[in-house]
């Protein structure tokens, strides 16, 4: 970071690794690194995140989920998720983390796979009104940052 002058590091970690992240801050810190900490939550709901995803967060409420992190992701265009659960999830994210990452699923070789009309109420209601979100990045296509 010092020699390619990076001011801010930006990373992802699992909740379970959240003890870890005040170390990590504190000696970036130390060398005028800030680190900003992603956490792929997936969903606020608990029983579609813990029973439909797996994410290993056993925890309920969203403010201590949040806690030591400053980002997160959210995985939209999944079967069972609606316009409104979608919508919840967004403003959950915006009422605990300073920034937020859409990503709306893309089939691939896991056995959880896209639902259309899950993808389809993204692309129609809620794209329109957080597209322009000065906190919000959607990726509808997870090659969106140029990598994947």
């Not at 309920?60 to 659960?85: H, M, V, W, Y």
């Not at 993808?119 to 990598?147: K, Q, S």
């Amino acid at each position: 970071c010092l020699e390619k002058q990076i001011e801010t590091l930006h990373g992802e970690c699992h909740w379970m690794h959240r003890g870890k992240i005040p170390a990590l801050r504190e000696h970036y810190a130390a060398h005028g690194v800030r680190v900003r900490v992603r956490l792929g939550v997936e969903s606020f709901d608990y029983d579609f995140r813990e029973n439909v995803l797996h994410k290993g967060i056993a925890e309920r409420d969203p403010a201590k989920i949040a806690a030591g992190f400053d980002e997160c992701n959210l995985l939209f265009g999944l079967p069972g998720q609606t316009a409104e659960s979608m919508r919840r999830d967004i403003e959950t994210g915006l009422t605990h983390f300073d920034r937020l990452y859409l990503n709306l699923m893309t089939a691939n070789s896991a056995p959880l796979q896209p639902d259309a009309a899950a993808c389809a109420a993204f692309r129609r209601e809620l794209f329109p009104l957080y597209r322009d979100h000065p906190r919000i990045d959607i990726l509808l296509e997870n090659t969106d940052f140029g990598v994947g």
